[in-house]
């Protein structure tokens, strides 16, 4: 059998355009954080609250496109070109019906939905704030989601890279206009944050439309035919799509449950771990793409007909996201200051930050590890086993933090030590599923 194993250069072909829209993202995320800590540790913290929970109903749609992701790179792999335009095409009336449900139902019930979560009344005012301007750019995002689904899918990430700038760049622009009253704009506050990520990504979508609109090369898919629903293709990828939907949704989902039982814990440290989120997702930015990339080249192995290199793909990977993360977090641990001083002036809440910091900095290290062979689970397209991987972890993750910042009443530096327990068991699952699974053969 012919060594089918792409090199580390194609490797990181795939992935660095990625990782730039990766970063790009994380920069409204750092932007909004970082703003928002000079307005106050409220505000802050609100923000996460906020951050989070809209970030759990765009699981959905990340979740859906995933599964896109991976039916597209399996396709690719047959060469069964059109069926990918239908499978992107049945994806967006998917999302687009999906996301008009999920915001209509915030924007009347959201503040409902948060109250009975949250102690502080100045923390869920603001949080509610924050959300109603930041649900009406769900259809957007996911529909920038879509195409970069299709983009990674048929390993052609060029133009991920450059729809993530421009969103970034317009973010930091908006925010420092709304939030502040500078630049001509009205001093929002927590709302203008908001606001500024929302049309941040209504331009990070019409660039992915046009640009995709006028390239030749790509009509061999067939995309904008516009052709009517198709039941039967949205039923077959969410037979892919679901679980993994299920699976993000609860992750982030625990995630968020994470944050309200650090809420509990008082404002500061509320802001502090919102500090140190943002640091955690900034950092993981080059192992979040490793991971993308780990998906489509597995699918598209298996869709070649390769199905014996997907361990050695795998390992391949996972080796290079280890030896960059290791990297990264050997020289983020000599600039813990710096950091931390990105999102606030506060020097309590510098002070406060910096034993959660070298924690976080171990779990990044680990983590890179995880989600590659995770992702490696996914990409065989038995994601009912990977949301059972998932949940299983969830579980005992969830325990784990209640114990520590409820019971326990530990400090907030201990309390990040759930995310070494969550490394250890999702990647300990997911290598055993890849070494001794029946996935092999599987017809998706």
């Given at each position: 059998?012919?060594?089918?194993?792409?090199?580390?250069?194609?490797?990181?072909?795939?992935?660095?355009?990625?990782?730039?829209?990766?970063?790009?993202?994380?920069?409204?995320?750092?932007?909004?954080?970082?703003?928002?800590?000079?307005?106050?540790?409220?505000?802050?913290?609100?923000?996460?609250?906020?951050?989070?929970?809209?970030?759990?109903?765009?699981?959905?749609?990340?979740?859906?496109?995933?599964?896109?992701?991976?039916?597209?790179?399996?396709?690719?792999?047959?060469?069964?070109?059109?069926?990918?335009?239908?499978?992107?095409?049945?994806?967006?009336?998917?999302?687009?019906?999906?996301?008009?449900?999920?915001?209509?139902?915030?924007?009347?019930?959201?503040?409902?939905?948060?109250?009975?979560?949250?102690?502080?009344?100045?923390?869920?005012?603001?949080?509610?704030?924050?959300?109603?301007?930041?649900?009406?750019?769900?259809?957007?995002?996911?529909?920038?989601?879509?195409?970069?689904?299709?983009?990674?899918?048929?390993?052609?990430?060029?133009?991920?890279?450059?729809?993530?700038?421009?969103?970034?760049?317009?973010?930091?622009?908006?925010?420092?206009?709304?939030?502040?009253?500078?630049?001509?704009?009205?001093?929002?506050?927590?709302?203008?944050?908001?606001?500024?990520?929302?049309?941040s990504e209504v331009c990070?979508?019409?660039?992915?439309?046009?640009?995709?609109?006028?390239?030749?090369?790509?009509?061999?898919?067939?995309?904008?035919?516009?052709?009517?629903?198709?039941?039967?293709?949205?039923?077959?990828?969410?037979?892919?799509?679901?679980?993994?939907?299920?699976?993000?949704?609860?992750?982030?989902?625990?995630?968020?449950?994470?944050?309200?039982?650090?809420?509990?814990?008082?404002?500061?440290?509320?802001?502090?771990?919102?500090?140190?989120?943002?640091?955690?997702?900034?950092?993981?930015?080059?192992a979040w793409a490793m991971?993308?990339?780990?998906?489509?080249?597995?699918?598209?192995?298996?869709?070649?007909?390769?199905?014996?290199?997907?361990?050695?793909i795998v390992k391949k990977?996972?080796?290079?996201?280890?030896?960059?993360?290791?990297?990264?977090?050997?020289?983020?641990?000599?600039?813990?200051?710096?950091?931390?001083?990105?999102?606030?002036?506060?020097?309590?809440?510098?002070?406060?930050?910096?034993?959660?910091?070298?924690?976080?900095?171990?779990?990044?290290?680990?983590?890179?590890?995880?989600?590659?062979?995770?992702?490696?689970?996914?990409?065989?397209?038995?994601?009912?086993?990977?949301?059972?991987?998932?949940?299983?972890?969830?579980?005992?993750?969830?325990?784990?933090?209640?114990?520590?910042?409820?019971?326990?009443?530990?400090?907030?530096?201990?309390?990040?030590?759930?995310?070494?327990?969550?490394?250890?068991?999702?990647?300990?699952?997911?290598?055993?599923?890849?070494?001794?699974?029946?996935?092999?053969?599987?017809?998706?």
């Amino acid at each position: 059998m012919p060594d089918k194993t792409p090199s580390l250069r194609k490797i990181w072909v795939i992935s660095w355009p990625i990782m730039i829209s990766l970063l790009a993202q994380n920069v409204v995320n750092v932007t909004d954080t970082a703003f928002l800590g000079h307005v106050g540790a409220i505000e802050l913290g609100a923000s996460a609250i906020g951050g989070l929970f809209y970030i759990t109903l765009f699981m959905v749609a990340y979740g859906f496109t995933t599964g896109v992701q991976i039916l597209i790179a399996r396709r690719n792999g047959e060469r069964d070109y059109p069926a990918i335009g239908s499978i992107f095409e049945n994806g967006f009336y998917f999302l687009g019906i999906s996301s008009v449900v999920i915001t209509t139902l915030i924007v009347l019930f959201g503040a409902q939905v948060l109250k009975p979560f949250i102690a502080s009344e100045a923390v869920f005012n603001a949080s509610t704030v924050f959300l109603k301007y930041r649900i009406f750019g769900l259809f957007f995002a996911s529909s920038a989601l879509l195409f970069r689904s299709f983009y990674t899918g048929i390993a052609f990430t060029k133009y991920i890279s450059i729809s993530a700038a421009i969103m970034a760049g317009i973010n930091i622009v908006l925010a420092y206009g709304l939030i502040f009253g500078r630049l001509g704009f009205p001093e929002m506050g927590i709302a203008g944050a908001g606001l500024a990520s929302s049309i941040s990504e209504v331009c990070a979508m019409l660039f992915f439309f046009a640009i995709t609109a006028r390239k030749a090369h790509l009509a061999k898919y067939k995309l904008f035919a516009f052709v009517k629903p198709d039941f039967s293709i949205m039923k077959s990828t969410l037979n892919v799509s679901l679980y993994i939907m299920i699976q993000f949704v609860l992750s982030h989902a625990v995630w968020f449950g994470f944050f309200l039982l650090i809420e509990k814990m008082g404002e500061t440290s509320l802001a502090v771990s919102n500090i140190i989120r943002s640091i955690y997702m900034l950092l993981m930015i080059p192992a979040w793409a490793m991971s993308s990339a780990t998906s489509s080249i597995v699918s598209n192995a298996i869709g070649e007909g390769y199905p014996k290199q997907v361990i050695p793909i795998v390992k391949k990977i996972l080796i290079l996201s280890m030896g960059i993360m290791l990297v990264i977090s050997l020289l983020a641990a000599l600039i813990p200051g710096f950091m931390i001083s990105i999102y606030t002036n506060d020097r309590n809440l510098l002070q406060m930050s910096i034993a959660s910091y070298y924690i976080i900095l171990g779990a990044v290290f680990l983590f890179s590890a995880t989600i590659v062979l995770f992702n490696g689970v996914l990409g065989t397209g038995n994601t009912r086993t990977g949301l059972a991987i998932e949940v299983s972890t969830l579980s005992l993750y969830l325990v784990f933090a209640w114990l520590l910042a409820v019971k326990l009443r530990q400090p907030i530096e201990v309390v990040w030590l759930c995310e070494y327990m969550y490394a250890i068991v999702l990647g300990s699952l997911s290598w055993i599923y890849l070494k001794k699974g029946k996935w092999e053969g599987r017809v998706i």
